[in-house]
């Protein structure tokens, strides 16, 4: 079955499971740092390295909109974008996926629904929608996270089956790639360039149509775009179809085995496969009576193989759901589980970007909940073993700077931080809850501790974001690898399951150092 058009509208709130019940996840989030990261990267049989030779995880988010009509990401008309980069920051995601269609490309485009009140996005005001994307790579490099560049579509209309339209040839299709790529020429902050979105039917992988075969299509615009910027990674996306066997679109890397795509710099191609739930479209693997033990096969078939035989590197672009339903809960955490856990396996892991951090995507929703503010820690947490470590700061970012000097001197000089605590689920049985460590002091932290007794029975069953033990009443979480640093006024977040639920918000301290 075909995914169906990912629609930008409000996820309705769902009813969900407490994380780990049922699911066989650990109860402790390790995410320990794939270290490295600076400069730029390539490949090295199913690694992505960086340029000193290190293994890199991407394990990212996508922040869709510049797509769209608005052309620029969405939710700035609710938050300031720095804000939003911090938190992706501290959630633990390292690399943001950017859509955008051609049509950012054209004279006078500009970005619309921008909130500029109270200071919020103060220096994006007059800027078209490049210029934006300027700002945002240069935010996102300062808080060291990297950027992937998605040609998502030929336009705002919607996707298209084929890389090119009959108003959007394949000619204008290049010259915008090449663009993109000298625009950030020189720029580490930007990775690579994911070369189009979600190729299907009619488009074919090995057949040598030139008007259908994909796999020739990203060899000529792989080739251009590393001619123009041959440090950068070439994403290449699979079709719908390969030899009669179909799946998700962009899904299918079937062919790879037989027809690799051959670029004139070695070791620049990283394979993207997309996988999705129940709440985007069925499958028919997800009614077979063996699932979810049956997708661990779907996936080496589809795409990680690719991995596996240490062909290439394979990023899972787009995976997502609502999490509605028990069969889709129970395949993200077969996901997770089959993407390797960073603390065993490192970098030498599959990559990923999850869809998505808008929640207005109509039929996933996102890991930040309808207020644009408030995570979704249930959805997120499922994510935390395979998170990891963030990269090098590209460091200041002139009139893009702020993210790293928040707060007052409220320590001075030394270690300081408060932490908050919400019930944000109770069903009587058992609550969820979210913690929030802010940095109170005017340096930045390396890790941090928080403390809290309950006076009743409440017993902690599992923790995102965070590590833990508990003694009596008494738990105390420790900070995982990747939250552990957070700059001056700065803060994270971390997450837990508990039972029984109906019991009091406890006090809660907060050490720092």
């Not at 869709?64 to 939003?84: A, C, I, P, Q």
């Not at 070439?234 to 066997?245: H, K, Y």
């Not at 409440?458 to 900070?479: I, L, R």
Request: contains cysteine; negative net charge; aromatic residues 12%.
């Amino acid at each position: 079955m075909f995914r169906t058009l990912r629609r930008a509208l409000c996820a309705a709130a769902a009813l969900l499971l407490p994380l780990g019940l049922g699911l066989g996840l650990p109860a402790t989030a390790h995410a320990a740092p794939a270290a490295g990261g600076a400069g730029y990267w390539h490949t090295s049989g199913r690694q992505i390295l960086d340029a000193s030779g290190q293994s890199v995880r991407i394990a990212g988010i996508n922040w869709f909109g510049f797509e769209t009509d608005n052309r620029v990401v969405h939710g700035l008309w609710s938050r300031d974008y720095k804000s939003m980069i911090d938190q992706m920051k501290s959630l633990g995601y390292n690399t943001i996926r950017l859509p955008y269609s051609d049509d950012i490309f054209k004279t006078g485009a500009m970005p619309t629904s921008i909130d500029f009140s109270a200071g919020k996005n103060a220096d994006l005001q007059g800027l078209n929608s490049l210029q934006v994307i300027d700002k945002l790579v240069a935010y996102a490099g300062q808080d060291g996270l990297k950027v992937i560049l998605d040609r998502h579509r030929p336009d705002s209309g919607g996707q298209s089956a084929l890389w090119y339209t009959a108003s959007v040839p394949e000619s204008t299709w290049i010259a915008n790639l090449k663009s993109m790529a000298s625009r950030y020429k020189g720029n580490a902050t930007v990775i690579g360039i994911d070369l189009h979105n979600e190729p299907h039917d009619p488009a074919c992988w090995g057949c040598g149509d030139q008007a259908t075969d994909w796999r020739l299509a990203a060899e000529r615009a792989g080739n251009a775009v590393l001619s123009v910027n041959p440090d950068l990674l070439i994403f290449v996306e699979g079709v719908q179809t390969f030899d009669g066997v179909s799946g998700w679109w962009g899904g299918n890397l079937m062919g790879v085995g037989q027809y690799p795509v051959r670029l004139d710099v070695a070791n620049r191609v990283v394979y993207s496969a997309h996988d999705y739930a129940t709440s985007v479209a069925q499958q028919t693997w997800f009614s077979d009576p063996s699932f979810p033990n049956n997708m661990p096969d779907i996936w080496d078939k589809y795409w990680g193989y690719i991995f596996k035989q240490n062909i290439a590197p394979v990023w899972v672009g787009e995976f997502g759901t609502t999490l509605q339903s028990t069969v889709d809960q129970k395949w993200l955490a077969a996901l997770v589980s089959y993407l390797r856990p960073t603390s065993t396996y490192g970098g030498d892991s599959f990559s990923w970007t999850f869809w998505s951090w808008n929640p207005n995507s109509g039929d996933t929703g996102g890991i930040l909940k309808d207020d644009w503010q408030t995570v979704d820690t249930v959805k997120d947490g499922y994510l935390a073993t395979v998170k990891a470590s963030g990269f090098p700061s590209t460091g200041g970012g002139g009139d893009n700077g702020g993210g790293d000097n928040g707060g007052g001197d409220n320590g001075g000089g030394q270690a300081a931080c408060k932490a908050a605590y919400v019930v944000s689920s109770d069903w009587g049985g058992g609550f969820n809850a979210d913690v929030t460590v802010t940095n109170t002091g005017s340096t930045p932290i390396k890790s941090w501790k928080v403390t809290w007794t309950w006076s009743g029975s409440q017993k902690v069953a599992n923790m995102w974001n965070a590590s833990y033990t508990q003694s009596g009443g008494t738990v105390t979480a420790v900070n995982a690898d990747h939250n552990g640093t957070i700059a001056a006024g700065g803060s994270t977040a971390f997450g837990f399951g508990g039972a029984p639920g109906g019991g009091d918000v406890p006090s809660v301290t907060c050490t720092a150092s």
